[in-house]
């Protein structure tokens, strides 16, 4: 009979007699065996998912929105609009839901360009960005739509900004980004290089997935 198995018959009482024996020697000398198994890592932030979208002026512009944020994760950085995915949602519909409530703008074009990984050891939060790209519905004037501050209590405002210029944005400068975007540009430099040299998203779309 091997020594790990308990007896099945009478036969093996002496047998049993010393596997109990190595049981409770084994459970003296370690405990820990009779607890639970502790996951790993326990105390830290499960990842979540988030969505930034890039919301250009218009198809043919390589204009997009930024906004200044406040609160308490990533405040003073400067990020594009966004939040987290909801239960149920689809990535363009998150991207929808956001930029309509942040910035009230309708969007349409909507589509995914990539995804990055960010952990912020700072505040233990670990964060999935989906990064999507659209175009901001015009006014019905036909002049350029200007986006709104609807959630003053997390944005300080928004302004139309270029990759070229966004890629100055530094802690040292004054202006710093949102660390997601600091991971997009770490993390996709090819397609980075085309966000810097396109007009429009239209034309983005041979490199993005």
């Known amino acids: 009979m091997d020594r790990g198995s308990p ?6 009482t002496a047998r049993g007699k010393l596997w109990v024996h190595d049981l409770y020697a084994a459970i003296f000398l370690n405990p820990s065996i ?24 218009s198809r043919t512009s390589n204009r997009y929105l930024l906004g200044k944020r406040l609160g308490s994760h990533g405040a003073g950085t400067f990020a594009l609009p966004g939040g987290h ?7 363009e519909q998150c991207a929808t839901r956001e930029v ?17 990984n960010s952990v912020f ?5 670990h964060y999935v960005t989906i990064f999507m790209t659209a175009v901001a519905r ?10 709104k501050v609807m959630e003053p209590d997390k944005c300080e ?14 802690a040292a400068t004054g202006a710093e980004l949102f660390k997601p975007l600091y ?8 397609l980075c290089k085309l966000l810097e040299s396109v007009s429009g998203p239209p034309g983005l779309f041979p490199a993005a997935q």
């Open 138 to 147: 015009s006014a019905d004037d036909g002049l350029e739509p200007e986006p």
């Open 183 to 190: 991971s997009l540009m770490e993390q996709r430099t090819e």
């Open 34 to 57: 009779l607890r639970p198994a502790r996951r790993r890592h326990s105390s830290m932030a499960v990842p979540r998912i988030g969505v930034g979208v890039f919301v250009f002026a």
């Open 121 to 125: 050891h700072e505040t233990t939060k």
């Open 85 to 91: 995915l909801e239960f149920g949602e689809s990535f």
């Open 157 to 170: 405002g928004w302004s139309w900004s270029i990759f070229s210029d966004m890629r100055k944005m530094t």
């Open 7 to 12: 007896p099945t018959s009478a036969s093996g």
């Open 100 to 116: 309509e409530e942040e910035t009230g703008l309708a969007i349409t074009d909507v589509r995914f360009l990539t995804a990055t």
